[in-house]
């Protein structure tokens, strides 16, 4: 057992499992879904999600690993329910599926620091030729890779803690400044309120689904990750509160980023928020423009600081959702980490070239499929995260409630959950995550997942 790490103190976890959570999707994911989904509405039904339903989630997986002191797949049987190995690999196959593109995204955030750091801010204009470059996007994604796969090899302690002890504080400290310096520019006022006043008119049901969506994923949630970095956990740590810390700082940030975000747009468009370009581009080409206007020196330091923090945010991420197959081949396949790290790193770059292919470069991975009653085609890399982010983790969120709840029974969840934490036994707390994890979050993601996969693959809205 000893030979498999563990974190070396409940900080250690908290900042882990919090750098494993704030990742492209709360910077880069969040603000533009907040720009599409009726700004400050989106954001509260957001909130709402994040801690009524999931938390509950969260606890549940870090309680599974902590008991079982095991992988995803292994954790299952070690409760004694090898029917349910299934759910194990779906996670990790969800992991598979979701670093295979993100890392993608990723090199697209480090090559622009590199870009921005050489004064370059033309390349906001040019994201979509930019992205084409196959030789350019390959090469940072390589070496996002590499420096991912580096950071694993490490071990947990040694390596995942000891970067997200560096990296975390550090992107603490650039978006809270960024955040400030964008709320001192001009015009900033009118972005914060197209943030943080609500529109309610524009929340349709698709919003409310896409805002859960977006909080299991910047969570981490549905796939196991939790419940690999659970399995690292003391027995002597209070789960709840450390997934207390681990979700109000993933909200936390994501929150900083849209104060960051949309003052800059807003700059940009002398306060009248109009006529930006939302969507994913929204960071890669209307940032750009933004930092061109601040002036040569000021732009590259704004510019660059910022492209770094979304790298910095987006290898913590990565570097949990490798960690997840590593677990598992090392787990059960008793080989050593430091070679299963970089095979398992180098398939899922394999995995990964059709997605970097599909913006531009290969004309048939960017048309890729059609779906049902589309007029447009869907490129590789979008139906990688159509499947993986918005298909499998709401149903292993789903399946992971199910299972807790009514296969490995409530009574056993509590019992791990207090240990550490003695007085959860007795406490509100407990009646809470009981009649969430038996009723409400089970129901909510078994809504979301069928919504969701309606509205993905067959452009259907049923509300
Ligand atoms: N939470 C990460 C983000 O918001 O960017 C993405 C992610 C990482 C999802 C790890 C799932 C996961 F297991």
Redesign the pocket.
Known sequence: MASRGKFSSKLGFILAAAG???????IW?FPFEVADGGGAAFVLIYLVFAFILCFPVMVTEIAIGRKTQKNPVGAYEALGFKKWKFLGMLGILS?IL?LSF?NVVAGWAFGYFLEILRGNFEIGNNFSIYIAQIWKVGIYGTVFMGVTAFTVSKGISGGIERAAKFLMPSLLIMIIGLAFYAMSLPDAGAGIVYYLVPEFSEVTFEVVYNALGQAF?????G?G?LITYGSYVSKSDNIINSAAWITVMDVGIAFLAGLMIFPFVSYLTNGTMENFSGGPGLIFTTLPGVFSSLGETLGIVVGSTFFLLLSF??LT?TV??LE?PVTYVVDELKVSRKKTVWIVAILIFLIGVPSLLSNGYSSFFTNFVTYFGATSPTNFMTLVEHVGNDTF?PLGGFLITVFAAYVWGKNNLIEELSEGNPKFRDGRMKKYIDFTISYLCPVMLGIIFILTFLNRFFGINVF
């Open positions: 494993s959570a704030v990742g492209l999707g709360n994911k992991g979701i993100y994923f910047s969570l981490s949630l796939m990750a945010a987006a991420s949990s959702l997840v983790l």
